[in-house]
């Protein structure tokens, strides 16, 4: 079974710090993806991966980076956290379309709040 | 712009009712269509998907959804609802062969004993 990893299910920064989550992945996936899901929004995608060292934008790229330095592994940056960002993050990860037609598989969330 | 959308935010049912959930997505072409559930506390779960061939398509759990490309629809439908059916459905697609799904805003169903 798939198992995607988000390093922390909790977390509480400060406006302005640097915020670092992670996301890994144990199936050997091309494709990850990083989303926040908020009330009334559903999900929205934020960045996606569909290689190491390749991003693209997604819905709302603004005020995130991402980085993949390894196939397994894909984080989510928040260059100067602002309230705004409080919202619970989701990491999934797939294989490339095409190849099976596999869906994408979902992480547990990090739910962060930013003071 | 391409989009997937669901009208029901919040539905409340009595165990043993029916269910459909309404999906629309405006994509033409060939598209890929999920049903994810999100139980609480808990991450989201593929329900069934969608990519071609039979358009009634049978999940988990007894869902199933009929996708309608005249009505650019993909309702999920479940024939009699269980109080452990309580939790947050999302609909999603997009064009085949893009790598990146859009989700619909969801929709809460709750179930009553």
């Known amino acids: 079974d798939v198992k995607v990893t988000q390093s922390s299910r909790y977390l509480v920064k400060r406006t302005g710090e640097k915020v670092f989550l992670e996301c890994v992945q144990d199936m050997d996936h091309e494709n990850m993806f990083w989303y926040r899901q908020d009330p009334g929004l559903g999900l929205r995608l934020i960045y996606f991966s569909y290689d190491v060292k390749m991003k693209e934008k997604g819905d709302i790229p603004e005020g995130y980076s991402v980085s993949r330095e390894k196939k397994e592994r894909f984080s989510l940056i928040l260059e100067s956290a602002s309230t705004n960002q409080t919202s619970m993050y989701l990491c999934?990860?797939?294989?490339?379309?095409?190849?099976?037609?596999?869906?994408?598989?979902f992480g547990d969330g990090t739910r962060l709040s930013i003071l | 712009a391409q989009s997937v959308s669901q009208h029901n935010h919040h539905v409340i049912l009595s165990e043993a009712a029916s269910l459909e959930l309404g999906c629309n997505y405006s994509?033409?072409?060939?598209?890929?269509l999920f049903w994810y559930v999100q139980y609480p506390g808990q991450h989201l779960q593929l329900l069934l998907k969608?990519?071609?061939?039979?358009?009634l398509v049978k999940g988990i759990k007894g869902f199933e959804a009929e996708f309608i490309k005249s009505k650019f629809s993909f309702n999920l439908r479940k024939p009699s609802v269980q109080w452990s059916d309580t939790a947050e459905y999302f609909c999603a697609g997009g064009p085949a062969g893009r790598r990146a799904l859009t989700f619909g805003s969801g929709t809460r169903l709750q179930v009553q004993p």
């Open positions: 994509y033409g072409g060939t598209v890929n």
């Open positions: 969608y990519f071609s061939g039979d358009p």
């Open positions: 999934a990860s797939s294989l490339p379309q095409g190849v099976s037609n596999q869906p994408q598989h």
